[in-house]
């Protein structure tokens, strides 16, 4: 158990429509990173938060926003979801730059 | 910029037999490097790190890896494969100071009984 919690394990929807997804980091860590996981785009880095403020951005697309609560959990939304946005979306979090990430499960996110 | 690259993407050896998950990265500055493991519908176990001092790290199932500046890689090796080690294998790296991981492709390591 890594101790990141992601919610829901599996999500299904159509397109166009909008979702959210949920991870509560690790206790104590401040980071928190969000990673989509597909069959032709392999493991990709989207975004990461610390104590509430964007760190860092990587390939998210303009229709996916993330944020994270003073609480430190993050949420990921992602809207006029496609076909293509069919993936495994990771959360990790860390306890600073440098420090290993720690994965949660996962939400497998079908767009049907 | 930097990258990671996995050149074997599916690896089959017998159970027993040793094995090496290829890994090499590129960057221009100090990095620090990982393997994760992804069983099947799990998500990613940090399996071992490297930040600094001796270059051979070793994981607490018998992994090891070691990193190579010269040659900017880090070769994942076990001995003695055993079943339970089938699953999928990243390399990562992130660049000293920074703050998001690059991973590699992956390689599907299959232990064939």
């Known amino acids: 158990d890594s101790g990141v919690t992601q919610t829901p394990k599996h999500l299904i929807t159509a397109t166009g429509q909008r979702v959210t997804l949920r991870c509560s980091p690790r206790s104590g860590d401040l980071s928190v990173y969000w990673y989509q996981q597909s069959l032709d785009q392999g493991l990709q880095f989207l975004i990461q938060?610390?104590?509430?403020?964007?760190?860092a951005k990587g390939n998210i697309l303009e229709r996916f926003s993330a944020q994270q609560f003073p609480d430190l959990h993050s949420e990921l939304n992602l809207s006029s979801l496609e076909l293509g946005d069919s993936a495994l979306y990771f959360c990790?979090?860390?306890?600073?730059?440098?420090?290993?990430?720690?994965f949660g499960d996962g939400t497998r996110l079908s767009i049907l | 910029a930097q990258s990671v690259t996995q050149l074997d993407s599916q690896v089959p050896v017998f159970e027993e037999a040793p094995v090496e998950l290829r890994c090499n990265y590129s960057s221009s500055v100090s990095v620090y490097l990982f393997w994760y493991v992804q069983y099947p519908n799990q998500g990613l176990q940090l399996l071992l790190k490297?930040?600094?001092?001796?270059?051979l790290v070793e994981s607490i199932n018998g992994f090891e890896a070691e990193f190579n500046k010269s040659q900017t890689s880090f070769h994942l090796r076990k001995p003695s494969v055993h079943i339970s080690d089938t699953a999928e294998y990243f390399c990562?790296?992130?660049?000293?100071?920074?703050?998001?991981?690059?991973f590699g492709t992956g390689t599907r390591l299959t232990v064939i009984p």
């Open positions: 490297y930040l600094s001092g001796s270059t």
């Open positions: 938060y610390y104590n509430g403020e964007e760190r």
């Open positions: 990790a979090s860390s306890g600073g730059p440098n420090q290993p990430q720690h």
């Open positions: 990562a790296v992130t660049e000293t100071g920074a703050n998001n991981l690059f």
